[in-house]
T-cell receptor, first 112, second 111 residues
Framework: DAGITQSPRHKVTETGTPVTLRCHQT?????MYWYRQDPGHGLRLIHY???????DKGEVSDGYSVSRSKTEDFLLTLESATSSQTSVYFC???????????FGQGTRLTVV | DAKTTQPNSMESNEEEPVHLPCNHS???????IHWYRQLPSQGPEYVIH???SNVNNRMASLAIAEDRKSSTLILHRATLRDAAVYYC????????????FGTGTRLTIIP
């Protein structure tokens, strides 16, 4: 167990509503990442963080924002959910650049 | 970012060796080759990594070409539990790492 927890694990929400997904770690790892996974697309990076209050965009950041106010939590917010954001979301943590990445179990989000 | 190319899918018979290829012709001298796999309904997990020399661990072996432009993940005796998507990625130890993945190779094990 790499000490990484995603919540919620499943969520159904309506189009236009805000949604926040949480990634919590107990490892004090510096780097945290949010990915989405859709059939045929593999893992696509949304946003990542390289320290408290230090974040940057990934490949598919439009429609998403993130915050990291403390080491252990990395929040992903969909300001106004759309059906195209229906996906499985994974969080990952990395202690330092180049070391093993540990992934959470994923959050299945459905936007109806 | 240096990219990798993998076949979309492969099949192998149970209890036989599996060789999963990865091409990375634009690899830089400081890039490590990492492999992850993703079992059904789970997040990815680390398999193995290397820089220049071949590497072995309890899960697999990694064979790296002499020019480092390609590598092969070797599962010595595939089981049904090895059915997964395998990702080959390049990483280095500098800067703020974006950690991006491609689409990987979907490995099917035939009983």
């Amino acid at each position: 167990d790499a000490g990484i927890t995603q919540s919620p694990r499943h969520k159904v929400t309506e189009t236009g509503t805000p949604v926040t997904l949480r990634c919590h770690q107990t490892e004090n790892h510096r780097y945290m990442y949010w990915y989405r996974q859709d059939p045929g697309h593999g893992l696509r990076l949304i946003h990542y963080s390289y320290g408290v209050k230090d974040t940057d965009k990934g490949e598919v950041s439009d429609g998403y924002s993130v915050s990291r106010s403390k080491t252990e939590d990395f929040l992903l917010t969909l300001e106004s959910a759309t059906s195209s954001q229906t996906s499985v979301y994974f969080c990952a943590i990395v202690r330092q650049v180049g070391t093993e990445a540990f992934f959470g179990q994923g959050t299945r989000l459905t936007v109806v | 970012d240096a990219k990798t190319t993998q076949p979309n899918s492969m099949e192998s018979n149970e209890e036989e060796p599996v060789h999963l290829p990865c091409n990375h012709s634009t690899i830089s001298g400081t890039d490590y080759i990492h492999w992850y796999r993703q079992l059904p309904s789970q997040g990815p997990e680390y398999v193995i990594h290397g820089l220049t020399s071949n590497v072995n661990n309890r899960m697999a072996s990694l064979a790296i070409a002499e020019d480092r432009k390609s590598s092969t993940l070797i599962l010595h005796r595939a089981t049904l539990r090895d059915a997964a998507v395998y990702y080959c990625i390049l990483r280095n130890n500098f800067g703020n790492e974006k950690l991006t993945f491609g689409t990987g190779t979907r490995l099917t094990i035939i009983p």
